[in-house]
């Protein structure tokens, strides 16, 4: 079975700072997705950016970039330029396979911007 | 599009009465995915459909939880009876995984207690 690790449940950083949110999983599989879903307190839940498993070129969204790490079986998540509006929960997500299927979550790292 | 609709947003239940959540899912999506999210078990998939055929319930706690989706735009989550421990933010998702790169979409959620 596939598991996800979010070993920071709170982290803090000043406003337009760079902060790194960390994510390990474990899996057999070969093929897979890993994404970063947003959750403010909206409790909306956002996707913030996605990697597929066979590419190796890291995915960046505008302030938003991974470290995905294969071998390691580790997806980090840099917010850079930080802002107010990035206050939010962040969970990471696992999902097997190139064609549907289910999330599996970590626990999700609660990320406050300070001014 | 309007997004992914759920109803009620809000549900406050006494214990043992059933509980019926509604979602619509976003008009051309294939895939329907019910979540739920806790404080003690974070999110988790109870179950997912595909054109409308269960595909996974093995989330589905116990047999007070059924989930159907008689067409492509509507889906149902029910409990019954209802107990404290089922108070939780239940989501509704949906995506095309072809369009989407496997992008879910969420919906606003409805926040479930029940007393």
């Known amino acids: 079975a596939q598991t996800v690790t979010q070993s920071q449940p709170e982290m803090s950083v000043q406003e337009a700072e760079t902060v790194t949110l960390s994510c390990t999983y474990d899996?057999?599989?070969?093929?897979?997705?890993l994404f970063w879903y947003k959750q403010p307190p909206s409790r909306q839940m956002i996707l913030v950016i996605r990697q597929e498993a066979y590419k190796q070129q890291n995915a960046t969204e505008n302030r938003f970039s991974v470290n995905f790490q294969k071998a390691a079986k580790s997806f980090s998540l840099k917010i850079s330029d930080s802002q107010l509006g990035d206050t939010a929960m962040y969970f990471c997500?696992?999902?097997?396979?190139?064609?549907?299927?289910?999330?599996?979550f970590g626990q999700g790292t609660e990320l406050s911007v300070k001014p | 599009d309007a997004g992914v609709i759920q109803s009620p947003r809000h549900e406050v239940t006494e214990m043992g009465q059933e509980v019926t959540l509604r979602c619509k899912p976003i008009s051309g999506h294939d895939y329907l995915f019910w979540y739920r999210q806790t404080m003690m078990r974070g999110l988790e998939l109870l179950i997912y459909f595909n054109n409308n055929v269960p595909i996974d319930d093995s989330g589905m706690p116990e047999d007070r939880f059924s989930a159907k989706m008689p067409n492509a735009s509507f889906s149902t989550l029910k409990i019954q009876p209802s107990e404290p421990r089922d108070s939780a933010v239940y989501f509704c998702?949906?995506?095309?995984?072809?369009?989407?790169?496997?992008?879910?979409?969420f919906g606003p959620g409805t926040r479930l207690t029940v007393l």
């Open positions: 899996t057999s599989e070969n093929n897979y997705y």
């Open positions: 997500a696992f999902m097997k396979g190139s064609q549907g299927g289910k999330l599996i």
């Open positions: 998702a949906s995506n095309s995984p072809g369009q989407s790169y496997n992008e879910q979409f």
